[in-house]
């Protein structure tokens, strides 16, 4: 089983700190793959925080390719990380070719485009590129969204992390996904690493989602750009956040009861019991039916953990005000955050979202019985 | 036998017929219990002569010479026993009544194993034969499909014993999850949606089943909902429904079908300003599996008093139903007049949906379907579905298959992005040979939202006799041995109503520990698996790639 590491602090910290803990859980996966999703960014990233950041692995003609597209597009490129080491890598990870963070300047045609416009426009261009790159295998693009980094590899999370120098202060966060991935059902493929991303809407899960297959169904054949790939069953986690947040204008809070809907006894006695009974219904397709537990971080930076109904899978909350981790073991959160009161650690249930607001304060638990936020 | 005798070509011999009665005259008693019973009088009292030799005893005793001193004898007598007939109008169906009854197990059918003759006599007066309940044909490829994407490693399996579980269905038109919300947000009209059970009666009529039958099942529908809290749903047929039940507190869990006859339409119409309860849902019925392409019909035999005065009609004739709804000038037109006239006559607040036969024509229905608000799902039949009473051409040779069916059903609405809005039911050969918690989660996870039975309720909540090598069936005559399809009092009496409500309960109860148990290993124990088609497999190549599942072996 994979095991997750986030953080979510108010000073930007080394994305090195959350592979560190995954690699105090280590003897839950098996390091045959490392993901992270970095937003918040600090450093030469800040300046142009408005900006799509693009990230992917390429070759040196896929970089040529993408860039060739990307101007073709209007896209004006901008400041430029590349992390392309010269040792050789460690055991079991490929030699790639170049690690690509870049700025770009969308075209100035954008600029009277309303805000979802904008982000339409960027999910196609990620996509194209993706697809570019899958027919030729010059590229694998992981994200496209201002203030997003995104970097995935095969190996050990602590020697890729090593290898890939990034304790560097270019990519120091305040929000940081980190997944070590147990390799289980599936082959392994850049694109069904975790966390997924889509839009500002990032996830990672460790279990399994048995609904799986008609998730996918359901979502690929809604026609919003973006449903697609799915490499891995968690994957659809992400985008039923998405559709939750982003299709049906609901909060975090609603996420829950689209998963994992409140039953009969419990759903009666609820105040907002019609709305949640139609929702039922209606996003019956998107019950998950794990055993997950799934972390995750919004467009606004709050970070939040949830189990499914079964609660099957570890997940532990806790820190201090100004700086929070979401943990899929005791020993990770031990690890990275040892001066906190262990007393105030969570562990979410089956009814449970912890919440980390972006103020970083406290973590809010809400639960599925509790009335929901005024829907507008 | 002289002979002339009148031997002419329908004469068969008792090596000719598909059912051959056994009879041991050692433990007969001769107490006539079989032949009352036989519904088809295939066997009846004969009396028999019989020539016994005596010879007498050689060298006994002292008298040595007594053997040679007299001659054999021999002598006639008569016993009773049991003669088989041959005629084609009586021959035996194999319902083993007659063993059911004999005390001493003197008596029983046995299948012959040489060709099956009569079927060459069965149009006597030219009518080719009509009969009820089975396709008489063993195979399925339901039965075929295995489960086969089980955790344990990673994710262990459930506890299908202690785990919690949610398997329920929704009939009714789903709206899209931003269009719910917001018809909810503007307090809209929102289509009727019922949480029901998923595995339903499906559509047996009351003129075709028996009342005690009939009250039976009714009974134990009520007793799973009430005391169960299982939502188990049972559609009437078309025929319309008693009048009490139509004004009681259960109509809520019954399905009320209405079909191209209208046959008991006027009864309900005249119950609606009276009914406590809204019916669960309106099954509008253009087409069954037996008889695809054919309307229903209910024989004579059947229509008494009751029947006739539930249905409208004068007792001891016919009805035969036409084949699609006469009123209307085309399906696409009938189905979204009579969705719309039935869903308004209860004020849109009951699922209203067409059942059809699973033909080269439902995806054509289905996409129609799916562009009419007020279409509540649609009803599949298989050509396994059964009925009581249709022609035997049409029962073993039409109609489509349910499985490849309803998968491009399925397949069809997933390509819309609108699975389940629009649920599916599928019924026709589910449980053929015993497996129905297989065949049910099959059919479930291949798409279907809901599964329908028919011929299973009756073999296992009556001990209906009925098989698929051809046994029985004559459902349609009215002289069901079990009392099940007969409007005989004579014979209805035979069943005990409360019985076949506990065994309907236990065989709900039965399926649903069944059912866990395949889903539970699947790791799903929240939301019906419907679609969930990654974890089916079969050993059929060419099934495998028609229903786009697994292909193992
Ligand atoms: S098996 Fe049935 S039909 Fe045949 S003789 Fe016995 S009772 Fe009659
Ligand atoms: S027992 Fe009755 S219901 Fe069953 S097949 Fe025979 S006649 Fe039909």
């Known amino acids: ?113 309303a805000q979802e416009e904008r982000e339409v426009l960027l999910t196609k261009t990620r996509l194209a590129l993706r697809h570019m790159g899958q027919a030729e295998e010059d590229m694998v693009v992981f994200s496209f969204w201002p203030d997003v980094l995104m970097i995935k590899e095969v190996g050990d999370p602590m020697e890729i992390g090593r290898y890939l120098g990034l304790d560097r202060e270019e990519v120091y966060a305040g929000r940081i996904l980190a997944q070590g991935r147990q390799n289980t059902n599936y082959g392994i493929n850049l694109y069904a690493c975790h966390p997924f991303f889509i839009q500002g809407v990032s996830t990672m899960t460790n279990g399994e989602n048995t609904a799986f297959v008609p998730i996918k169904e359901y979502l690929g054949s809604q026609g919003v750009p973006g449903y697609e790939g799915y490499q891995s069953d968690s994957e659809v986690f992400t985008h039923i956040l998405h559709f939750t947040l ?36 209606a996003c019956r397709r998107l019950i998950i039916d794990g055993p997950n537990c799934v972390i995750g971080c919004l467009p606004d930076k709050t970070m939040f953990m949830v189990q499914d109904r079964k609660k ?65 | ?143 075929q499909i295995k489960f086969m994407r ?85 559609c009437t047929g078309e025929g319309g429904c008693p009048p009490r039940l139509l004004r009681s507190r259960f109509m809520k869990y019954v399905i009320l079908q209405i079909a191209s006859g209208y046959f008991g339409w006027d009864e309900i119409v005249h119950a609606i300003p009276h009914m406590k309860e809204d019916p669960c849902a309106v099954e509008i019925k253009y087409g069954q599996g037996a008889k695809p392409g054919d309307g229903g019909l209910l024989q004579w035999h059947k229509v008494n008093q009751l029947i006739a005065a539930i249905r409208g009609v004068p007792p001891g004739v016919s009805l035969p139903s036409p084949p699609t709804h006469q009123t209307k000038y085309s399906i696409e037109e009938a189905v979204a007049k009579m969705i719309q006239s039935m869903s308004m006559a209860w004020g849109f607040r009951v699922p209203v949906y067409p059942k059809i036969s699973a033909s080269s024509t439902s995806l054509a229905v289905l996409n129609n379907l799916t562009r009419n608000p007020y279409a509540a799902g649609l009803a599949i039949d298989g050509e396994d579905g059964g009925t009581g009473a249709a022609y035997n051409v049409s029962m073993n040779h039409m109609g489509h298959p349910i499985a490849s069916n309803l998968r491009d059903c399925y397949l069809n609405l997933v390509k819309l992005g609108k699975q389940n809005e629009l649920p599916i039911i599928a019924g026709g050969g589910t449980g053929k040979n015993g497996n129905l918690a297989a065949n049910a989660a099959a059919l479930i996870m291949l798409g279907a939202s809901a599964v329908q039975i028919g011929k299973y309720v009756m073999q296992a909540a009556s001990g209906c006799l009925g098989s698929e090598g051809d046994r029985c069936n004559i459902c349609n005559i009215g002289r069901c041995p079990k009392g099940i399809t007969s409007q005989d009092p004579r014979l209805y009496r035979r069943l005990d109503p409360e019985q076949v409500a506990e065994r309907v309960v236990d065989m709900y109860v039965g399926f649903d520990t069944e059912l866990k148990k395949i889903v539970a290993p699947l790791g799903r124990s929240t939301s019906l698996p419907i679609g969930m088609s990654d974890a089916l497999g079969i050993a059929d190549r060419s099934a495998a790639e028609r229903l786009q599942i697994k292909y193992v072996v």
Request: aromatic share 6%; net charge neutral.
């Open chain 1, 1 to 113: 089983m994979c095991r997750l590491f986030s953080l979510t602090s108010s000073v930007p910290i080394s994305p090195m700190r959350a592979i560190e803990a995954l690699d105090v859980m280590k003897e839950g996966h098996d390091g045959s793959g490392i993901g992270l999703f970095l937003t918040d960014l600090a450093g030469p990233f800040q300046d142009s925080k408005h900006l799509p950041i693009l990230s992917g692995i390429f070759t040196q003609s896929g970089v040529l390719r993408m860039e060739e597209f990307m101007s073709s597009q209007g896209f004006t490129p901008q400041y430029r990380l590349t992390l392309a080491p010269q040792d050789t890598p460690p055991p079991g990870t490929p030699k790639r070719e170049v690690y690509l963070s870049q700025v770009f300047e969308p075209p100035s045609a954008w600029n009277g485009l």
């Open chain 1, 246 to 281: 982003k299709g049906l204008g609901l909060s975090l809070e609603a996420y829950k009861h689209v998963i994992t809907p409140l039953q009969d006894d419990d759903m009666n006695a609820h105040p907002d019991r019609d709305v949640l009974y139609t929702m039922k219904q």
């Open chain 1, 312 to 376: 099957l899978r570890p997940g532990i909350v806790g820190g201090r005000p100004g700086l929070f981790a979401f943990s899929s073991e005791a020993c990770g959160l031990d690890a990275a955050i040892p001066e906190r009161d262990k007393t105030k650690d969570f562990q979410p249930m089956h009814l449970d979202t912890a919440i980390v607001s972006p103020d970083c304060q406290e973590v809010r638990i809400c639960r599925q019985t509790q009335p929901l936020p005024h829907l507008h």
């Open chain 2, 1 to 143: 036998m002289p002979a002339n005798t009148a031997i002419t070509p329908s004469t068969l011999s008792q090596r000719d017929l598909p059912w051959q009665i056994d009879w041991d005259i050692q433990t007969c008693t001769l107490c006539g219990r079989c032949t009352a019973v036989c519904p088809v009088n295939a066997i009846e009292f004969g009396t028999f002569r019989k020539r016994t030799l005596f010879t007498p005893p050689l060298g006994l005793s002292d008298n040595r010479s007594q053997g040679l001193q007299h001659k054999p004898s021999s002598s006639s007598s008569v016993y009773y026993g049991i003669r088989q007939r041959t005629d084609p109008a009586y021959a035996c169906i194999g319902c083993a009544m007659c063993n059911m009854v004999c005390p001493n197990n003197a008596i029983r059918p046995v299948k012959s194993e040489s060709t099956d003759l009569l079927r060459f006599h069965r149009d006597r007066g030219g009518q080719p034969r009509t009969r009820g309940g089975r396709r008489n044909s063993g195979d399925s490829v339901l039965d």
């Open chain 2, 150 to 234: 089980i955790s344990m490693l990673t994710d262990p399996a459930l506890d299908a014993g202690r785990h919690e579980f949610e398997l329920r269905t929704l009939i009714g038109r789903v709206l899209p999850p931003a269009e719910a919300l917001k018809t909810q947000r503007e307090k809209g009209w929102m289509p009727p949606v019922r949480e029901i059970y998923p595995l339903m009666i499906g559509s047996m009529s009351f003129g075709a089943l028996s009342p005690n039958m009939w009250e039976g099942l009714q009974m134990g529908v009520a007793y799973l909902n009430e005391e169960l809290g299982m939502p188990v749903r049972m």
